[in-house]
């Protein structure tokens, strides 16, 4: 048996998992080539199937997915084409929930509990002491069933850097095919988009058009999006539109996909397209509504070399039930000592600005005044559930990534950048190791600092009865500041400690600044200005115009950022003696047959929204685990 530790959360050594550990559920005594069927396949919820989970009980696997989330369902579709899968999920299946498939509707599920992890932060020293709020999906799919939706790749060097840091294979190269992999790509729909002068740029080899993710461009544009993108070309800057940002280079302004089915213009998630199709598959299980709590260690096995303990089972607690009665509050002790686990974490802080649209504009602020009951939406839906079309089928479509030069014009501010980067020793509140720092250094000239996402709906400002808004954030990709993870108590159903430590170190606080002041920027464009009529948030009275980068970075540290939803790093993929957690091969240091397979390993952050690498990272380690014992890849 191998476990998999794959999930669209954080992973940290104890909290409550998003995953469930069973109590009987063994591994068996030898592997076998080829899958056999268990007695009791498809998808059971441990509540509302409880009379079933005895003779799930009786089962043994080949491999046990721990979390049903964006990369464990890939795992469990690739591992189960040979091999017997279980998957433990601590949340429920949501097939058929609008709120999940309608892309119109992304995000409406952020902060109902039955869905939402809903972790928070720990005050956060540089923020004027503000807990952040931190989503992450409690169902089947994870987080890829209520997220924004946005399909795209890193910079090629971000992925370069993982290799970099003695991980072979792991760099751009070696993980294209797997970005291909995961994706079926659809070319534009020209006729929709050619009205407002929207031609979507991209190069048809860096694309897959056989896997199970459906990767399309949004039918639907809001003007006001198309004009934000011939704003962004119009800056000093010298911004220019990205021939394919999916193919190693994104910076520039580009139109991304979406993880969106243009046959029926529904959300395309980890559970939608790896599960949904292979459910049947009489040697996969899925237990759903059960906590992990233990994994069993095998007590024959000698604990005293490297890569000796092995695991044999798992144990859960069925999630309705709640908290056990009784647990010993001493703390756990582990098997094997990895200090690097829960540490390293990165996740990219975003601000935003506002900006009110003039009368004649509408957003999805129309559609959700009073509450969604309106003659706006009512039309809405029946365009969406008629026709396929609509400002419904519309996710996140652009994206403006800023290298230093496009960040900073000013020769002499790209020199104050790098040299606060480069000074990190002297600083506080940066703990990268050294090869670490000299992987990000190499790729710094380059490489995105900031990403400029615009959400189809005020983000903050105090909204003026009848207006209708456009959120412009901007999100800092590559932070040198780094967090940490870890657990408070013995007791599994506490969540976790979470401190990304957001804008300690000056270059984050200094960068996040530029991007704001290059988003106001936008404003002042001959396009934008067409359809914005203001700055709503933050405004020129909180913050004057011709601000300085001093008075942006005040503003910020008053508690203006928040979480761009993409946390990375906390069981890096790095050599065990500088912190790492897993080997290049995926698995646990210390143990025989436990693997981390998720955005977690990722040992520094990269320019993109992290869907599309979760599925690159488990296409990749359903790969190693079948050519390790020599099954074929298809």
Known sequence: MELLH????????????????????????????FANNVPISGIIDAVRDSHLLDKALECEFEYIVVGGGTAGLAM???????????????????????????PGLAASLIGHKEFDWCYKTEPQKYLGGKQVPWPRGKLLGGSSTFNIMVWNRAFKGDYDAWAELGNPGWDWEGLLPFFKKSETFHEADFVGQRRQGVVPQYRINAHGFNGPLQASYNVYLSPQIAALQRGLKQLPN?????????????????????????????????????LRPVRERTNLLVITSV???????????????????????????????GRPTYLERGGITPVVNL????????DHASATLSFKLRPGNYSLDDFRRHGGHNAFADEAYEMY???????????????????????????????????????????????????????????????????????????????????????????????????????????PFQHP????????????????????????????TPAFSTFAECEAKPGIQAVPQGASTDDWEAYLTSGQVGTEFHPIGTCAMMPRDDGGVVSPKLKVYGTHNVRVIDMSIAPLHISCHTQST?????????????????????
């Open 291 to 321: 906590h992990a709590t233990k994994i069993v260690w095998d007590p024959t096995r000698a604990a005293n070399d490297i890569g000796s303990y092995r695991a044999v089972g798992v144990e859960f607690e069925i999630a309705e039930k």
């Open 6 to 33: 794959a999930m669209s959360r954080l992973n940290t050594p104890g909290g409550p998992p998003p995953t469930a550990f069973g109590p009987a559920l063994r591994s068996p005594p030898s592997k076998s080539t």
């Open 76 to 102: 469990a579709n690739r591992l189960s084409e040979h091999s017997t899968v279980l998957v433990l999920e601590a949340g429920t299946l949501q097939e058929g929930n609008p709120h999940v498939e309608i």
């Open 385 to 491: 559930e008629d026709k396929g079309v609509g400002i419904l089928t519309q996710g996140a479509p652009l994206m403006s990534y800023l290298s230093p030069r496009l960040l900073m014009p000013d020769p002499q501010e790209q020199k104050k950048g790098k040299k606060l980067v480069d000074s990190f020793c002297d600083m506080k509140g940066a703990d990268l190791t050294d090869e670490q720092h000299k992987a990000r250094l190499a790729h710094y000239e380059e490489s995105p600092l900031i990403e400029i996402v615009c959400i189809n709906f005020n983000t903050g400002a105090k909204p003026e009865p009848g207006a209708s808004y456009l959120g412009v954030n901007a999100c800092l990709q590559h932070p040198m500041s780094r967090g940490r993870s870890h657990i408070t108590t013995a007791d």
């Open 497 to 524: 400690s979470i401190n990304p430590n957001y804008l300690a170190h000056p270059s984050d606080r200094f960068f996040l600044a530029k991007g704001l002041d290059t988003v106001r920027s936008i404003l002042s």
């Open 614 to 634: 979760a599925y690159a990272i488990a296409e990749k380690g359903a790969d190693i685990i079948r050519r390790k014992r020599g099954l074929e890849t298809k």
């Open 339 to 346: 200090p690097g686990v829960g540490e390293n974490l990165q």
């Open 238 to 274: 010298g911004i220019k539109e990205t021939e394919d940002p999916n193919a190693g280079d994104s910076v520039g302004v580009s139109w991304v996909p979406s993880a969106i089915n243009p046959e029926d213009q529904t959300r395309s998630s980890g559970e939608s397209a790896y």
